[in-house]
């Protein structure tokens, strides 16, 4: 994994975005933000399970679906799969340690 900062690979109103093996930040202050640091490092995880390009192809597909439900854009974003599980679990900088396979898919998060 490694860190770049840059904002304008970062799309305005976020912190950063991860592109399995890189994670591009806005600011390098987020480098010193350690639940943004977890959240990124479990999307990391999440791309490699899925072996990152079927990763994107579901992030869009759920992006759209959801936006479609809502017709909200921050409700989309917030309520994708994969989203989900990185906010839930972004405070627990152990999560990664104890955390299953394919743990995005529970229902509970």
């Known amino acids: ?11 305005k109103g976020y912190s950063g975005i991860t592109l399995f093996p890189f994670v591009f930040v806005s600011k390098k202050e987020c480098l010193n933000d ?3 640091l977890n959240h990124e490092k479990i999307h990391l995880q999440q791309q490699k399970e899925l072996l990152v390009v ?9 992006f759209l679906f ?3 439900k809502y017709r909200n854009w ?11 599980e990185a906010y839930h679990n972004q405070d ?3 999560y990664l ?6 743990a995005f898919l529970k229902k509970d998060i």
């Open 1 to 11: 994994m490694k860190f770049i900062v840059n904002r304008l690979l970062v799309p």
């Open 34 to 36: 350690p639940q943004f």
């Open 54 to 62: 079927f990763f994107y192809l579901w992030y869009v597909l759920d």
């Open 66 to 68: 959801k936006y479609i």
């Open 74 to 84: 921050q409700k989309a974003y917030h309520n994708i799969i994969f989203e989900r």
């Open 92 to 94: 627990n900088l152990n």
């Open 97 to 102: 340690n104890s955390r299953k396979r394919f």
